[in-house]
């Protein structure tokens, strides 16, 4: 009898160790790891032990929460299956070797506050289906070879702090109602083909500490009202086509140094404000 007891007991825990997160998580995580040559990873994962041992996966109340794969030699391709992994709220798969288009499914995150895909190799359009993703704090896709226009959904983020998206192939204009991003506090656009005026609108994003815009095809004058921007520490604009150079800022400056002319559009100025 006592033998069956611990036979019995040993069998719940067993059961219970592997019931962490349900079958659908696991066969998502699984799925990511067969596109991603799970086998090379630099830090790979036992598929027969349970959730909570594989590298990079945090699980909370029996849910998979954050996913952190950086620097960890993944190749291929999102699945699909991405999608399926409701509570994840961060992702960080930066510094791989990831390429192709992002799956649509991803849109299917609704409590991500934070993805990073950046250092990789994805290709295509940022998909619109990002802006359903409310709860997003920090977007990092710098350094792909997204293409195509700033998403206008992307203005739907409000939530945002951080939208990094520089050394890509985007084009098109940076949108008027990028004011709509009131909690941003960074803003890297760096390295596109980006056109058109830099909006006035950007004026409006009280919280902004770094704006960088630099090496686009940008056009006219940096707008008066930058100099507003109280908690702006960073800016950079060189490599464009603006009616003048302007000085590249780094350190806690006054925005009014952001209009000195200068014969070197990459000297930069870092004096500490009083």
Do not use: C, H
């Not at 036979?7 to 799925?31: E, G, P, R, T, Y």
């Not at 409701?86 to 799956?103: A, D, Q, S």
């Not at 941003?184 to 006035?200: A, Q, R, T, W, Y």
């Amino acid at each position: 009898m006592k033998t069956l007891k611990f036979i019995a007991v040993f069998f719940f825990v067993s059961a219970f160790s592997f019931a962490n997160v349900s079958s659908n998580d696991k066969d998502a995580l699984i799925a990511l790891y067969k596109a991603t040559n799970g086998a090379e990873w630099n830090t790979t994962w036992d598929l027969k032990a349970s959730i909570d041992t594989w590298y990079g996966v945090k699980i909370e109340n029996n849910k998979i929460v954050e996913i952190n794969l950086q620097f960890n030699n993944l190749q291929g391709t999102l699945p699909q299956e991405i999608g399926s992994l409701v509570n994840l709220r961060k992702i960080n798969l930066g510094f791989n070797k990831l390429e192709g288009t992002l799956p649509s499914s991803i849109k299917n995150l609704k409590e991500l506050t934070s993805l990073e895909l950046f250092m990789n190799r994805f290709e295509g359009n940022i998909p619109s289906e990002l802006g359903e993703l409310t709860k997003l704090e920090s977007l990092k896709l710098y350094s792909n070879k997204f293409e195509g226009n700033i998403p206008q959904s992307l203005m739907r983020l409000i939530n945002l702090k951080e939208l990094l998206l520089g050394s890509n192939f985007l084009t098109g204009t940076i949108p008027n109602n990028i004011y709509a991003l009131s909690k941003l506090e960074k803003l890297s656009l760096m390295d596109n083909k980006l056109e058109g005026d830099i909006p006035v609108e950007i004026a409006q994003l009280t919280n902004l500490e770094e704006l960088i815009l630099s090496t686009n095809n940008l056009t006219g004058d940096l707008p008066l009202e930058f100099m507003n921007l109280s908690n702006l520490n960073t800016i950079m604009v060189s490599d464009n086509n603006l009616n003048r150079e302007y000085v590249s800022i780094s350190g806690k400056n006054p925005p009014s140094l952001m209009m000195i002319d200068m014969e070197n559009p990459t000297a930069t100025v870092d004096i500490e404000k009083e």
